[in-house]
């Protein structure tokens, strides 16, 4: 019942853009919070970015603030991940994660075990 798709995964020269999506189905959209996270070849899976319920609070990882904007559109379900001044270092599978009964008085959720559904990542390949 519930799905998490992502798109816009894709190759980029280093100093490009991409933008990846996330399309939510079988939730109520609003009253998630929405994270991306990241796993590179060998390393563990990472937080990137999270919003809040309303889409006014969000958070980032250290090495992506100024690069990366998280954003969400809950008439469409979807939360976006806009990505600029793209670095090889940023090379990873993307993951989109949805967090169900979360109120927005409440901290970020910057961990996977906060998450209660995944969508399947889509790659994000930065050359140099």
Sequence with gaps: QVQLVESGGGLVQFGGSLRLSCAASGIWFG???MGWFRQAPGKEREFVATIKRGGRMTDYLDSVKG???ISRDDAKNTVYLQMNSLKPEDTAVYYCAAAKGRSVIMSFL???SDYDYWGQGTQ???SS
């Design 110 to 112: 910057y961990s996977s």
């Design 31 to 33: 009253s998630y919070a």
């Design 67 to 69: 690069r990366f904007t």
């Design 124 to 126: 994000v390949t930065v």
